[in-house]
């Protein structure tokens, strides 16, 4: 039965597997920005937990965007354990610094899966990755912006307080 099932599946062994370490990484970014927005809450930057709860239920979605795909195309989506979430950060700084990271760590992820995805003519994924592509970009733009605030206000006096204010004003305009 399993032969017929692979048969069936419109993805390869390989970049099913990858798919599923994807939707791991996306639930794993989803707790870590509420881990994020509980730090930013519990130490007064509110505008700043409001901005990391709003990007925690993106990478939901992005995880069952990519749990939806893998079940379409006839794989097995896989629910992931979620371990090790770090909920203290030694600044408000260095939780922006970690969200930027883990955005890049995602878009390489995703790179890689591209890859694979190219070598094995497998088209329909790369058609579906391009969507995900398209929102990285947004999403390490905006990490990078945030991060500049820190240069460009400091963080002296009420710099921090007008970083937090600040945070929910980054907006991308891909056309512009």
């Known amino acids: 039965m399993k032969d017929i099932t692979r048969v069936q599946c419109l993805l390869s062994t390989e970049v099913e597997a990858l798919l599923n370490q994807q939707i791991k990484k996306e639930a794993q970014s989803a707790s870590a920005y509420l881990a994020m927005a509980s730090w930013c809450d519990s130490n007064g930057f509110d505008y700043s937990s409001e ?12 995880q069952l965007k990519i749990f939806k795909y893998v079940l379409d195309m006839g794989g097995s989506a896989i629910s992931p354990e979620v371990t090790n979430i770090q909920t203290e950060f030694n600044s408000f700084r260095e939780v922006f610094e970690e969200a930027l990271d883990a955005e890049i760590s995602v878009t390489q992820s995703l790179k890689n899966i591209a890859a694979n995805c190219y070598k094995e003519q497998d088209y329909v994924t790369i058609e579906f990755l391009n969507w995900f592509f398209k929102e990285q970009r947004e999403e390490e733009y905006k990490a990078r912006r945030a ?30």
């Open 51 to 62: 901005y990391f709860f709003k990007q925690s239920e993106e990478e939901r979605q992005h």
């Open 147 to 176: 991060l500049e605030l820190f240069d460009v206000i400091g963080e002296a006096g009420t710099g921090r307080w007008e970083i937090d204010k600040h945070v929910n004003d980054i907006k991308y305009d891909s056309e512009g």
